[in-house]
């Protein structure tokens, strides 16, 4: 998880103030050199969410909307 902390750290200091043109071109460039890089991964059938997966995403997803929500309500 330290690499995501680094990322958003990243974000948060360095790029989340840029005007959104800036933004978005940094955003085509990391997908541009997503798309020309050759795949490292490869899907197994135990990265296949279940119907259980899905359900507790589902779940997660609306609870976390239902908390976001509120805040803005008060």
Known sequence: MQT???AQK?????IKDWPI???LRLVKLVL???MTAP???IVEEN???SDDDLA??????LVYA???SSKLVK
Request: negative net charge.
């Open 4 to 6: 995501i902390d680094v």
């Open 10 to 14: 990243l974000y948060e200091t360095r």
């Open 21 to 23: 043109i800036e933004r």
């Open 32 to 34: 541009d050199d997503l």
């Open 39 to 41: 795949p490292t991964w």
């Open 47 to 49: 990265d296949i969410w």
């Open 56 to 61: 507790d995403l589902s779940r997660a997803a």
């Open 66 to 68: 239902e908390e976001s």
